[in-house]
C-alpha cells in the first residue's frame, strides 16, 4: 500500500466506476488514449484481467477507496524475456496531486516482484507531457523513437519509448 493509494485487480461489479472515469476523462485523455465509453467494453476489459490477457491493476484511494485510474501490463512474456508493457491513466478528478505516481510505483513493484519481471517498457507520443514527466520521476531511461507505432483513434501515432529493468528499480 502507498502513503495516498493502493492498487487491486478488478472485479465484475468494477464496470461501472471504470465506465464513470471513462465517461468524466475522455476529453482529458484525448488524443493519447481511448477508453470504452460502454458496458460493454468496460467489461470485456475485466473479462481480460480475469482470464490473465492483461493484469490490469486499480489504483484507489486509501481514504475512500475511489478509482484514481488504471495500470495495465500487457503484453506479459517469460522465458528469457520477462518483459511487460506498461500503460496508465488517471481521472481528471486526480490529475496533477501525485497520486499516480504512487499508484505506478505499486504496479512496477508488483511487476518485479510479484511477476517476476525484468523489464518494463513504457510507449508514450510525444506530445503527452505529463506522462513522459511520470515515466523520468520513477526512473525510466528514453530508449528510442518509434514512428507510427501505435493506432490511437483512428491514426497511426508517433512514440517515444521508455524502459527500466529490475535492476535499476529502486522503489
Known sequence: MGSRVFIRTPDEDDWSVLLDLH????DFHAPWVSLAQDERGCKRYI???QAGT???LLICH???QALVGVVNLSQIFYGGFQSAYLGYYVSVAYAGQGLMTEGVTLAINHAFTT?????LEANIQPGNADSLKLVARLG???EGFSR????VNGEWRDHERWAMTVESWSP
Open 47 to 49: 473479462q481480460r484481467c
Open 62 to 64: 486509501g481514504v475512500d
Open 148 to 151: 507510427q507505432y501505435l493506432r
Open 140 to 142: 525510466f531511461t528514453r
Open 54 to 56: 492483461v493484469e490490469g
Open 115 to 119: 511477476l517476476k519481471l525484468h523489464r
Open 23 to 26: 465517461q468524466r476523462s475522455a
